[in-house]
């Protein structure tokens, strides 16, 4: 249950943001040559809240593409390192539920019991997040099957969540820092006529999903087919091996890191970036590389995200977004690679007696 | 004076390509004098054979990598001028803005990098950074600035991006424009203080003086870089104007045994381009503030004196720099805008553009199917008309060196330094060319 | 200690790739501060015959008689960098290669054709002379890698290529994909390490860096065909920088 609930009409709802432009960075979709980004906000006017889904996820603002881990100074004695100390507090705006729970997901890698990455850690603790629920589907969209969408169905873990509902927002909050944001603002209670429309947008929407995953004993299927024939295939006819896949996922968190040198050997700023499983020499260690071919990098995406990421860390990689397929040059589709080697399950049919 | 001179001059450094200086005098008396263009051919006229109309420009951009902008704006008009394109006042701004961009940059590298070292008594310019830091660390600034010039309007300085046919794929800022303006402004005191720098080594440009023909192009409404017509300007005065499409009549190419690079002549055994012959045809239309260092440096048109060439490029740079400033604050009213581009369809035809880049004037002649694919090219390039040039002043300046008893440690610098002031392209002028044309 | 000698030659090139060095600016003078440049025709007057520590080479060799100049700087280096795709990999030089030799010279040369300074037989990378210990692609160069690359050798770290292709670059940046432009781009195979300048700048990727190691090519023409390029514009589009690549690698189904 939100802890509170109001309605807030739109236009008092852009002034709101206009006065925590002045202590947050605002981030929120806008529009850019045709598609939708996430942005730094300088106009409010400039956020499209219903875009339908964007290139790259709110993640690049907490888990960035290249961001600096620490800078290194040479000293006459030895070395001082310097970490990044402070980032400014940011406010995410129209984050829809996949792209939350993406997020949480992240969450999960980062921050473990034993170990709690620094600048992941900076970043997510001055983040506010405002989510929004959706108000389209989209011909990729499998968020319903992967039980991530089209509305938020979670209690923690962010800060707002925003319906739509025509002339205003329902506008519900979830964490202590929300509530004191709202308080100011005196804003009418939600009734529950309120949550009633709410409930019906969200049956509606769920009726509109053209693409579905039937996610039951997925992780055992995919891990008992590694030799399916469906990822050679693949691999061979279409793979491109570009990595926009995993560029484009909301939850890939593999990194790289480099080391920027100054001539004069004084400084050295250390530098973290996206790095891809599908990049040829990624699982290239001393000796040898142990996924050389297409094939092995092309599953291990499709695996990671749909079975081996549940033992890992509890849930699956993949929240049903869409983006890969999309942005795929050969629009490689893993919910149809999961679906033919569920429809064709070698090791069953191998136990039945029919191959 | 009866010396013995043999000269061989392989690679000539400090210029771009490779060229070979030959000299052989025996007691006095001239046996040979030749200049040589040994560089490699590369064939850019049979590789965009074939190539769709959309990639023709960046093709040609990779004859020479200091005059890339000036291959790629010649080479869109040309592909224009075939399929009849259009293109709006707001593009045609901004390609005088890049036209004045490469002038900038070009001329400060040749000054500074290439003849400077000659003036002050250096090999290159490396020690002078150690002896003269001041004026290298100025060099700099202003080189780089130069390359943030044409960078924003095109994409980058070298093999340019976003030069398309109709327009441009990307457009700079406003903002981008004003930042232009302010660095630009900065850089004004560094202009002055080359004008004091090429003034203190004045003495040490040579004396030489040889009539020649000069050609460039001539435009009503401007100092002609980026249109117009073809201008003649013999050394009697006569003026001739000639029409871009019939440029053949002036260049008449012919090969020689000593050159992979085609020769050309027109009224007189050779002529010459580049910012001198600019000059002495449209000095009345330079820029107002170009003609004080002109005035301040003691240049006078008509100068026949190719070492002069380099001077000539100082005030052509300022020159570009003041109609730069111009031009920005002349887009910076309006603003720049979002323009759709103009459609078109390609067609078979053909094309011809004229323009004049830093070495001087540049034809491309491209002929394409109905399908915009180009069937056959023709890019005559500045330092080819140049080279006959080289040559006949190099047949008037030895026998004058020998005669003023210069030995060969002098006469070695002063060919050198004639070579460099003419600041040849000698990568870009082994292009060969088709001489049939179907009409 | 002494700085390491370095020294600049050019071949069959368009010198864009040395010029791009002199827009270094500040990055230029950190460098001369860091190494002796003792040879550089194109800028310097002074030339050395002695040993070398680093020779940077430019242009493709694509002339029998520029075999002995190669060989003497190979012999003198101890380490060789053939920078700028003309010597990488035969750049855009190599576009002449599928023709005969002679033909090109006919249809360019005409009745002259026969003089011998005419000679040259295929655009090659300057591997294809002399041993060469590291390639830097580009058409230019782009400083930041070239920078990179020299500032590793110093530090005695292996300097390495991106052997991603330029979607990660472009992705990052969040460009419009071309394809969704209607346009073709290369950049899925494409070798990335530029920041994906030309989709930036709002043109397709004509891999001017070569491509990645085991780019599925076959699959790259029917993404290319399905975008509406005839087949066998398709075939040639990859090579404008990459014949050498394309016609001694992989033969397109």
Redo the contacts between chains.
């Keep these: 249950m939100p802890k509170d609930a109001f309605v807030i009409e739109k236009n008092q709802f852009s002034s709101w943001l206009k006065k925590l432009q002045e202590s947050f960075q605002l981030i929120g979709p806008v529009e850019k040559e045709g598609h939708f980004v996430f942005s730094l906000i300088e106009e409010v006017n400039d956020l499209v809240m219903d875009y339908d889904t964007t290139m790259l996820g709110p993640r690049k603002f907490i888990f960035l593409p290249e961001e600096k881990i620490c800078t290194i100074y040479q000293k006459d004695q030895g070395f001082t390192i310097k970490k990044v100390q402070d980032v400014p507090g940011q406010l995410l705006i129209g984050v829809h539920s996949c792209d939350l729970h993406a997020i949480l997901v992240l969450d999960k890698v980062f921050l473990l019991k034993s170990f709690q990455d620094h600048n992941y850690r900076l970043r997510r603790e001055n983040t506010l997040i405002m989510a929004l629920n959706c108000t389209k589907v989209c011909p990729t969209c499998f968020c319903s099957s992967m039980g991530t969408g089209p509305f938020v169905e979670l209690d923690k873990g962010f800060d707002f969540l925003l319906t739509d509902c025509g002339e205003s927002y329902l506008i519900e909050s979830f964490s202590e820092k929300a509530k004191d944001l709202l308080l100011p603002l005196n804003l009418p209670q939600a009734d529950d006529s309120l949550f009633k429309k709410k409930e019906q947008l969200f049956q509606e929407l769920k009726g509109r999903f053209i693409k579905n995953l039937d996610t039951t004993n997925l992780v055992q299927t995919l891990l008992e087919n590694q030799d399916h024939p469906v990822w050679q295939r693949t691999a061979e006819e279409r793979c491109l091996g570009c990595t926009n896949c995993t560029m484009v996922c909301p939850t890939c968190f593999c990194f790289n890191v480099k080391d920027k040198i100054s001539f004069d050997l004084k400084e050295c700023d250390r530098v973290r970036y996206w790095d891809s499983c599908q990049e040829l020499h990624f699982a290239e260690v001393h000796g040898a590389n142990y996924r050389s071919s297409r094939k092995a990098r092309l599953r291990q995406f499709v695996t990671h995200k749909l079975a081996t990421w549940v033992e890992q860390f509890g849930c699956f990689g993949c929240i049903g977004c869409g983006r890969c397929m999309y942005w795929c040059p050969t629009h490689i589709d893993l919910t149809e690679m999961a679906k033919e080697v569920q429809k064709s399950n070698f090791k069953r049919m191998r136990e039945d007696g029919y191959a | 004076m009866e010396q013995t001179i043999n000269i061989n001059l392989n690679h000539v450094t400090r210029v771009e390509g490779h060229g070979n200086i030959i000299v052989n005098a025996t007691n006095g008396k001239l046996e040979r004098c030749e200049w040589q263009i040994p560089e490699s051919p590369r064939f850019f006229e049979s590789m965009i054979r074939g190539r769709h109309f959309s990639e023709i420009a960046r093709i040609t951009s990779r004859i020479c990598g200091i005059c890339s902008v000036g291959h790629q704006l010649a080479s869109i008009k040309a592909t224009e001028k075939a399929f009849d394109i259009e293109v709006s006042p707001q593009t045609d701004k901004l390609r005088r803005l890049l036209k004045h961009a490469e002038n900038f940059d070009s001329h400060l590298l040749h000054v500074y990098f290439l003849v400077a070292p000659d003036l002050m008594g250096a090999p290159s310019v490396i020690p002078l950074a150690s002896s003269h830091p001041e004026i290298i660390k100025r060099a700099l600034r202003l080189k780089a600035v130069a390359s943030q010039w044409s960078g924003i309007i095109c994409g980058r300085s070298t093999h340019p991006i976003r030069i398309i046919p109709g327009g441009f794929s990307k457009l700079p800022t406003n903002e981008e424009l004003t930042q232009l303006k302010k660095d630009l402004l900065e850089l004004a005191p560094d202009l002055e203080a080359t004008t004091q720098t090429l003034l203190s080594l004045a003495e040490k440009v040579p004396n030489f003086h040889r009539p020649t023909e000069y050609i460039g192009l001539v435009d009503e409404k401007e100092y002609g870089l980026y249109a117009g017509k073809i201008g003649s300007l013999m050394p009697d005065g006569t003026r001739t104007l000639i029409e871009t499409a019939d440029y053949r009549f002036i260049t008449n190419e012919w090969v020689s045994p000593l050159s992979t690079a085609k020769y050309t002549k027109h009224l007189m055994e050779s002529y010459m381009v580049g910012a001198l012959a600019r000059i002495n045809l449209n000095f009345d239309q330079l820029h107002p503030e170009a003609k004080k260092p002109a005035e301040a440096l003691g240049f006078k048109t008509p100068c026949y004196n190719p070492y002069f060439n380099s001077i000539a490029q100082y005030i052509e740079a300022c020159h570009s720099f003041f109609s730069g400033l111009d031009l920005i604050d002349d887009l910076l009213q309006k603003g720049l805008v979002e323009e759709k581009a103009p459609s078109y369809q390609p067609k078979a035809a053909r094309g011809i553009s004229a323009l004049d880049v830093p070495r001087g004037i540049l034809f491309h002649d491209y002929e394409y199917d109905a399908e915009g694919i180009c069937t056959s090219a023709n890019c005559i390039i500045p330092t080819n008309q140049n080279h006959a040039n080289i040559q006949e002043d190099m047949d008037k300046l030895v026998p004058e060196m020998l005669e003023q008893g210069r030995n060969q440690k002098e006469m070695e610098l002063g060919l050198e330094m004639l070579v460099r002031a003419y600041d040849p392209c000698i990568s870009c002028s082994t292009h060969y060319l088709d001489v049939t044309f179907k009409k | 200690m002494d700085k390491p000698k370095v020294a600049f030659f050019d071949?069959?090139?368009?010198?864009?790739?040395?010029?791009?060095i002199?827009?270094f600016?500040?990055q230029?003078?950190?460098?001369?501060?860091?190494v002796d440049?003792v040879e550089?025709?194109?800028?310097?007057?002074?030339?050395t015959s002695d040993p070398l520590d680093i020779a940077f080479i430019e242009g493709s060799f694509?002339?029998d008689q520029?075999l002995p100049g190669l060989k003497n700087i190979r012999q003198r280096a101890k380490i060789v960098i053939a920078y700028g795709s003309c010597a990488a990999t035969g750049?855009?030089?190599a576009?002449?290669n599928h023709?005969p030799d002679y033909q090109?010279?006919m249809?360019?040369?005409?009745a002259?054709a026969s003089?011998p300074?005419?000679e040259?037989h295929k655009?090659l990378p300057i591997s294809a002379a002399v041993k060469v210990d590291y390639s830097i692609p580009g058409?230019?160069i782009n400083r930041d890698e070239f920078v990179?690359v020299v500032?590793d050798l110093?530090?005695g770290k292996e300097p390495y290529l991106p052997?991603?292709?330029v979607?990660?670059e472009c992705?990052?940046k969040?460009?419009?994909?071309r394809?969704?432009?209607r346009e073709v781009c290369l950049?899925?195979?494409a070798r990335a390490g530029c920041g994906a300048?030309?989709p930036s700048?709002?043109?397709p990727c004509?891999a001017c860096r070569g491509f990645?190691?085991?780019?599925?090519y076959a699959?790259?023409i029917?993404?290319m065909v399905n975008s509406g390029l005839k087949k066998e514009?398709a075939l040639?589009k990859a090579r404008?920088f990459s014949a050498n690549i394309l016609d001694n690698n992989l033969s397109p189904k």
């Design positions: 071949f069959t090139s368009c010198e864009g790739c040395q010029v791009e002199t827009n600016d500040q230029l003078l950190n460098l001369l501060e860091a440049i550089f025709r194109e800028i310097m007057k002074e030339t694509s002339r520029d750049g855009i030089n576009l002449k023709k090109y010279k249809e360019v040369y005409g002259d003089m300074h005419l040259t655009a058409c230019p990179r500032s110093l530090h052997n991603y292709a979607c990660i992705k990052k969040e460009n419009l994909c394809f969704d432009n950049g899925p195979i300048i030309c700048n709002n043109v004509e990645v190691d085991t780019p599925n699959s790259m029917e993404v514009y040639t404008m």
